[in-house]
């Protein structure tokens, strides 16, 4: 689907009442101050969804997109909407490795749970409201690996439900 640029001004906004008067080129309508959230919401998605103009992001962002297919088990084609959640974040100067490590992470904690296991995908793992959470995470075990060692020895013995010894690389009866 093709979009066409719409440039639209806001021309009063009044607090008491709670609407919104826009003006575009050729028209000028009235909302309220919740459908304006609504829209501008619908705004940023839209231009969110845009693929990069630029080859060599979208050409990092195949990789990335092949490293999650791979790290994860999945089959998420080369498509512009995969690749646009991937792009925008190259395009705001993130790092690949970066990138790559939430899938890791993410992949660890989502993968064996049904539940959360159908987020291992791009627009979650990318999307802009969650990816500073995500890349946080990255940086808690980066700052602190032991600590990430022993949640991650935790969780594998309540996974198991037997005792996992990594120095040993097996398990003994809980």
Same mark, same amino acid.
């Given at each position: ?20 008067? !826009?003006?575009?080129? $050729? ?12 829209? !501008?919401?619908?705004?940023? #998605? ?10 060599? !992001?979208? #050409? @990092? ?21 995969? !690749? $646009?959640? @991937?792009?925008?974040?190259? $395009?705001?100067? &993130? =790092? %690949?490795?970066?990138?790559?490590? @939430?899938?890791?992470?993410? $992949? +660890?904690? +989502? ?6 296991? =159908? ?8 999307? %802009? ?10 940086? *808690?075990?980066?700052?602190? %690996? ?6 991650? /020895?935790?969780?594998? *013995?309540?996974?198991?439900?037997? &005792?996992?010894? %990594? ?6 009866? /809980?």
């Amino acid at each position: 689907m093709k979009h066409s640029e719409v440039k639209i001004k806001i021309v009063e906004c009044n607090v008491k009442t709670n609407l919104v008067v !826009l003006q575009t080129n $050729s028209a000028t309508f009235t909302i309220t101050s919740k459908e304006m959230v609504e829209f !501008l919401k619908t705004a940023s #998605e839209i231009k969110e969804k845009k693929p990069s103009k630029n080859p060599i !992001l979208n #050409e @990092i962002a195949s990789e990335i997109l092949e490293y999650l297919n791979l790290t994860c088990n999945r089959k998420f084609p080369v498509t512009d909407n995969n !690749l $646009s959640f @991937i792009s925008a974040r190259l $395009s705001e100067g &993130e =790092k %690949p490795e970066l990138l790559k490590q @939430i899938i890791d992470i993410k $992949s +660890w904690a +989502w993968k064996n749970d049904y539940s959360m296991r =159908k987020y291992l995908r791009p627009e979650t793992l990318f999307n %802009p409201t969650k990816f500073q959470s995500y890349k946080q995470e990255v940086l *808690d075990v980066i700052a602190d %690996p032991q600590q990430f060692k022993k949640y991650v /020895k935790a969780k594998e *013995d309540e996974r198991t439900g037997k &005792e996992y010894d %990594p120095l040993d690389s097996g398990y003994s009866q /809980k």
